[in-house]
């Protein structure tokens, strides 16, 4: 872990996914859920003006706080995105996870 930052409050990130793994595994579900609901929340609220550019971290958080139909939203919204911009494939992709969130 790494201090991010210390102002205006205290931020660290994890240098490895197997160290962030750890320390969710010590929360109970119902903890890591409203964090991960939280973090949903913050992100909406500091990317209000372009939430276009991030719809796939938003369904995830939001699957993982099981917000499915927040999540599936999101993912709908990002293969949409994908297919305007010709990336069938991926567009594909979403669809088949917003499918199966849902």
């Not at 240098?15 to 890591?32: G, M, N, V, W, Y």
């Not at 003006?49 to 369904?59: Q, S, W």
Request: aromatic fraction near 8%.
């Amino acid at each position: 872990m790494r201090e991010a930052r210390r102002y205006p409050e205290f931020v660290c990130t994890f240098k490895h996914r197997l160290i962030q793994e750890a320390a969710l595994s010590t929360l109970t579900a119902a903890r890591r859920r409203e964090l991960y609901v939280r973090i949903a929340h913050a992100y909406e609220e500091l990317y209000a003006d372009a939430l276009e550019d991030h719809l796939e971290r938003l369904a995830h958080y939001n699957a993982q706080a099981e917000k499915t139909d927040a999540a599936r939203d999101y993912l709908v919204r990002a293969a949409n995105k994908a297919a305007e911009a010709g990336a069938v494939e991926r567009a594909d992709d979403l669809r088949k996870r917003a499918l199966a969130v849902a």
